[in-house]
């Protein structure tokens, strides 16, 4: 039954290519005019975005802590849940109490899915994890389509999804995920809870800032970038959730504060 899901999923997604294909042929885009096309956000930056951008740079622990205040005043209203962490087994113990407490929202899988990331993986959630029975999956950044179907399915049927973020912005608290090998949206979009772990130095004043760092990134703004203000699990539309379609219910954003060997004017 897995395989036969898989290759359907698999089918949908040659069928999808071909699509966006006729929609180029439309436009008279060609596939390599795609990909040369110049950054949105090529030229240089005006007086104010670069200052913006040295704001980040230069940025204190002080400020830090500063941000972080912002940040859970304003996720409150959002039923966002900010909480600062001093270490990773401090995160990674606030997971476990998460899996434990919370039942699952749809059938009775109680599985995990995470990314393949740095921060995620020093988490060490197989070991975690052990003492629930839990089956995890964890993203491949050199996955198969049909790897990355079955990934899907598992976030789709899971308690709790576990990435990190590129960014955080703490005068709207929101996330700002670019999507990559490796990094599913599917891990932040599709189940029950979503836990995101990021270091303090990693929030940002406003969107301004946000757009100084893309602008002298190489990345840019090429990938498929996601923004995430709190759990959009309202059933606003006709007053009925659609499981896949309105995200998690809980959104847990844990700031990892762990500032060893670094020296601030702070008192």
Known sequence: MEADAAESEIIAMAQQEIFIGRIRKALGITLDDAKKRSDILAGPLTREYQAALEAVRSRTLREQDALIKTLKEKGTPLNIRVSEMPDLRSVSDAIAALISEREPEWG??????????????????????????????????ASSDENRMLFRKDAGEALLGVTSADYCIAESATLVIKSRPGHPRSASLLPTIHAAVVRSDQILKNTRELYALFSTSEEGLRNSTILITGPSKTADIEATLVHGAHGPRELHLFILTDRTGRQDERK
């Not at 990314?115 to 993203?139: C, D, G, M, Q, T």
Request: glycine letters at 2%.
């Open 108 to 141: 009775d899988r109680r599985g995990v899915v995470a990314w393949k990331h740095p921060l995620v993986e020093a988490l060490n959630l197989p070991s975690v994890l052990a003492s629930f029975s839990l089956p995890i999956r964890i993203a491949d950044p």
